[in-house]
């Protein structure tokens, strides 16, 4: 049995797909799984990962499990719980901002997924981290824009991420979570103790990203940059400000200075990972 977290997410829910598909038995965890819709067969469960304790039922019986990390937990106690569950695995869906080598992580989006990793490398579990570049999905806020005009307004034109697509993800996690080769067969090679640092095929700006967007949708879409002030109050209605903050300061720091562009999706799946244009292909109602 997988137990797969954050099944309601964009890279989750294509893990609990993938699998399900694949014939093994899965176990979706949503902190209101009455609201989720997941395959036929797919058992779904109540959880919160911030309180450890509601995690037995979800638990039980579990080989391994696909693993988010939140703010609000400590990630020792979803250790503990493992551990005592009989659990022997975990993928855990972790960030490229974590900085192995820092003595202080940048900022409270690396210290939250640090911390997590921390909890595992000191566990007696299996585990591989798959440290994720920014998403493609992220554009997806981009869609109230796109439906009103051709214009998306946002901060930092020049802001160079290498964003993946989730499915390259979720078929990263599967591989580690079945011991799958990059041929697709099941149970032939470990991935534990494994770091795999995830990013899409290509550096692109925000501007380049709304360039795309553009090319594929076959309208003049354009991004324009407005003052970093104008979008921090923006999306301060849905996001708490030290997250906000590290979101605008990586965004800064990334400006002539591009996120790294890695081959870790063909090392472990054997194809190279999808193109923001295949994103925007297979999102395209979204906008
Ligand atoms: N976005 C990025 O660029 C990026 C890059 C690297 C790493 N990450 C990490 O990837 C993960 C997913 O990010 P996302 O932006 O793609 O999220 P998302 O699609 O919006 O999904 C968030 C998921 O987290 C679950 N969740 C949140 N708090 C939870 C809790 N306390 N207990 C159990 N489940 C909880 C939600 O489940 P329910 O609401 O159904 O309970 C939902 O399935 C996060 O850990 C994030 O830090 C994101």
């Known amino acids: 049995m997988f137990l797969i977290t954050g099944a309601t997410g964009n890279v989750g829910r294509n893990v609990v797909e993938q699998l399900a598909a694949a014939g093994h038995k899965v176990r979706a965890l949503s902190r209101n799984p009455e609201r989720a819709q997941w395959p036929a067969g797919v058992d779904a469960v109540a959880g919160d990962l911030a309180d450890a304790a509601s995690l037995g039922a979800a638990l039980a019986g579990v080989e391994a499990v696909f693993l988010l990390a939140v703010p609000t937990a400590s990630g020792a106690d979803f250790v503990a719980a493992a551990e005592a569950a009989g659990v022997r695995r975990v993928v855990l869906l972790s960030s490229g901002s974590v900085d192995d080598d820092a003595e202080t992580q940048s900022g409270p989006i690396a210290e939250y997924h640090w911390r997590a990793?921390?909890?595992?490398?000191?566990?007696?579990?299996?585990?591989?981290?798959?440290?994720?570049?920014?998403?493609?999905?992220?554009t997806l806020p981009w869609?109230?824009?796109?439906?009103?005009?051709?214009?998306?307004?946002?901060?930092y034109a020049a802001a160079a991420g290498s964003p993946i697509h989730e499915v390259d993800i979720a078929e990263v996690a599967v591989a580690a979570l079945t011991g799958a080769d990059p041929a697709g067969q099941v149970g032939a090679t470990s991935h534990a103790?494994?770091?795999?640092?995830?990013?899409?095929?290509e550096s692109l700006t925000h501007a380049d990203q709304a360039r795309i967007l553009g090319e594929v949708l076959d309208r003049p879409i354009r991004f324009v940059e407005v003052p970093v002030d104008a979008v921090r109050e923006q999306m301060s209605a849905h996001v708490p400000a030290p997250i906000l903050d590290d979101i605008i300061g990586i965004w800064a720091a990334s400006v002539g200075n591009p996120r790294?562009?890695?081959?870790?999706?063909?090392?472990?799946t054997g194809h190279p990972a999808r193109s923001f244009a295949t994103w925007v292909q297979d999102h395209a109602a979204a906008f």
């Open 260 to 268: 790294p562009v890695t081959d870790a999706v063909e090392r472990v």
């Open 117 to 138: 990793e921390q909890a595992l490398r000191a566990s007696d579990l299996e585990w591989t981290f798959l440290r994720g570049e920014v998403f493609a999905a992220n």
């Open 193 to 201: 103790g494994r770091v795999y640092h995830l990013s899409g095929p």
């Open 143 to 155: 869609g109230y824009q796109t439906k009103a005009g051709d214009d998306v307004r946002g901060a």
